[in-house]
Every structure is written in structure tokens, then in C-alpha cells.
């Protein structure tokens, strides 16, 4: 795969549920989503940014999500279902994956915002069609099998005082 170069064309795409929980597990923080986007770009074009939310109809997320929006994430929002036994889920898996299969086409690296060790069958896809792919975690919470899919990784918990608030 190819290094990094001002003229690469970069997609970043943020599991904000798994990034808040670990973040919250680990050092009871916050992530600084300005932080994370200039590392995820680093010099190079920035063809997108996606957020993927989660609302739970918590009194501060609204103000989350514009906060994104002023970063330069386009935030998009799922609903937290519930289920008649109570339980509740909500998850952005498949959907991120297919935005990165579909941005495949348009850039040069997909920089995927989490440690979830699910991704990596779509991080061997990509770079199978010639894209670059990187991830930015906790390593302490990020899947073997996800660092062990992507060109590069950048551990959070190697720079907390950089990533979280």
C-alpha cells in the first residue's frame, strides 16, 4: 500500500458509540472530535466526514451533534430502538460499512474511527480494491483482529492528552 501524500484523497468515518464508550470506560473522558478529524486528515484532501450517532433523547446530545456539524463531521443520526422485553439497541455497522464501500470509489484512504473488531472484514475488502485504510482507536479496547487489518493505526491511548477532553 501506499504511504501518505498531500494529494491523497481521505474519507474518515467515526463509530461515536464505540469511541464514547471507550473513552468514558477507560479515562471517564470525552473524545475531541476537532482532535481526531486533523489526524484522521493529516495534510491530505478530506473528501468527507461522517459521524454516526446514536439519539437516546439525552438532554446534551442536540448540542453534540451540532458541535460535529461545526467540526466538519456531517452527523448521521439512528434512533435507539426498543424492544418489548425492554431491551434496547442501536448500531451503525452495517451502515458505515456500506458508506465505505461506496466511498471506496471517490478517495484514496478510508480512516476509520474505532476499535471495533467487526470492521475488519470490510478493512480487508478495502484494501483489496486499492484503498488505503487506517484506524484511530483506544488500543486498549481495539480489536486484535481490526489493527491487524488496517496499513496504520494511531492509538488514542498512546496520546490521551492530544484525543480526549
Keep these: ?3 501518505t501524500h498531500p494529494a491523497q484523497r481521505v474519507g474518515v468515518l467515526a463509530d461515536s458509540q464505540n469511541l ?7 479515562y471517564s473522558r470525552n473524545i475531541d472530535y476537532s482532535a481526531l478529524l486533523e489526524e484522521a486528515v493529516r495534510e491530505r484532501s478530506l473528501v468527507r466526514a461522517i459521524a454516526y450517532v446514536i439519539r437516546a433523547d439525552s438532554p446534551e446530545e442536540e448540542s ?10 456531517e452527523a448521521k443520526i439512528k434512533d435507539i430502538k426498543t424492544f418489548a422485553d425492554g431491551s434496547k439497541k442501536a448500531d451503525w455497522d452495517v451502515g458505515m460499512s456500506l458508506d465505505a464501500v461506496t ?4 478517495v484514496d484512504t478510508v480512516v476509520l474511527c474505532t476499535g471495533d473488531g467487526d ?5 480487508s475488502h478495502l484494501r483489496h480494491e486499492g484503498v488505503r485504510v487506517e484506524a484511530i482507536g483506544l488500543g486498549s479496547s481495539t480489536a486484535d483482529e481490526l489493527v491487524a487489518a488496517v ?3 494511531v492509538d488514542i491511548d498512546e496520546h490521551e492528552e492530544r484525543f480526549l477532553l
Excluded at 453534540?64 to 463531521?73: N, P, V, W, Y
Excluded at 466511498?103 to 471517490?106: D, I, Y
Excluded at 470492521?119 to 478493512?123: D, E, G, K, P, Y
Aim: hydrophobic share 45%; glycine share 4%; proline share 0%.
Design 1 to 3: 500500500m501506499v504511504d
Design 20 to 26: 464514547y464508550h471507550s473513552a468514558q470506560s477507560r
Design 64 to 73: 453534540f451533534f451540532e458541535a460535529l456539524r461545526d467540526i466538519g463531521f
Design 103 to 106: 466511498l471506496a470509489n471517490h
Design 119 to 123: 470492521f475488519a472484514r470490510l478493512c
Design 151 to 153: 496499513d496504520d493505526f
